[in-house]
């Protein structure tokens, strides 16, 4: 079993609709949560960052963590078709490392 | 803008011809770190480093080393580059316990 396991999609929707990502894990040592947007051929950009349980917003983007059930979540409000990019899911504990997920291609259809 | 700068962003290289792959940042964060993901792939972690401590992981191949001269570069040699090594090559930063950011990455072509 991987450490992350994240949906795999690909998810293709229409611009305007709630995008959900979501990831679960079996560490409970981890801590820190982290949402990546990656373009193609480019590097992961840090979306959302989060310590421990609870939610964050960042305009239309909102990260949920349930530690309790070791699930993550990121939604994407108005989706638009600038947001179709692969989305990864990061989380560590305190050693430095970040363990992904496998990733999650979103399309957004115009 | 602060950022993680990387160099070059493409590199055609021949089976076996040592290269160099560059990173500097301009965020002074203390943690350098490189990554190899292939196509479809999560990232893979190859080696970090705390300020001048150097961290390997342990499938790491003996075939990447890495520098750090100084707290804004760091440097991925890849001795003896095989096919398989054929990647996007990614270098981070963050501040101890902290997120991490990624610069644009090289993408590497062995032929």
């Known amino acids: 079993q991987k450490e992350v396991e994240q949906d795999p999609g690909p998810l293709s929707v229409p611009e305007g609709a709630i995008v959900s990502l979501n990831c679960t894990y079996s560490n409970s040592a981890f801590q820190y949560f982290m949402w990546y947007r990656q373009y193609s051929r480019k590097g992961p950009e840090l979306l959302m960052y989060?310590?421990?349980?609870g939610n964050k917003e960042d305009g239309r983007f909102t990260a949920q963590v349930d530690k309790s059930s070791k699930y993550i979540s990121l939604f994407i409000r108005d989706s638009q078709p600038s947001d179709s990019a692969t989305y990864l899911c990061a989380m560590s504990s305190n050693d430095y490392k970040l363990s992904f997920g496998a990733g999650t291609t979103v399309t957004v259809r115009a | 803008d602060a950022m993680v700068i990387q160099n070059p962003r493409y590199q055609v290289t021949q089976f076996g011809k040592p290269v160099t792959l560059s990173c500097s940042q301009t965020l002074n964060h203390n943690v350098m770190y490189w990554y190899q993901q292939k196509s479809s792939q999560a990232p893979k972690l190859l080696f970090h480093y705390y300020d001048k401590d150097f961290n390997n992981e342990a499938d790491t191949p003996d075939n990447f080393q890495s520098r750090r001269p100084n707290t804004s570069f760091c440097f991925l040699d890849i001795r003896s580059p095989g096919l398989g090594d054929a990647a996007m090559y990614l270098c981070?930063?963050?501040?101890?316990?902290?997120?991490?950011?990624f610069g644009p990455g090289t993408r590497l072509t062995v032929t």
């Open positions: 989060t310590y421990s349980s």
């Open positions: 981070a930063t963050s501040r101890v316990d902290r997120e991490q950011y």
